[in-house]
């Protein structure tokens, strides 16, 4: 297996943040695992040699993304009385596998 074979585990998670029906302000976080690997198109990506690198180019390649393709969305996250104004996407884990 050469290096650029390898496969990474990446556990994430993102927190989205709204307002509900009362005008109080919440957060709801949802966490999720993906195989992330040099297959995947990313502009100006780094080498897939360490973690840190791997952690870069999974934050690259999310920047792009909705939330939906990476989590399940909050229950209430159409409804008309409850405001989601923005996502967060942290890395909490990443494993060569």
Known sequence: MTKFDVIWNVRFEVTFYGVDKKGKS???IKENTMKFDDKFEIPNKLPFDSKENVEINFLL???????????????DYYDKDVRYGEESIDVL?????
């Open 61 to 75: 390649w999310v920047d792009g993304i909705s939330p939906e393709k990476l989590v399940p969305l909050p229950y």
């Open 93 to 97: 884990e990443v494993i060569k596998k």
């Open 26 to 28: 919440f957060r709801e």
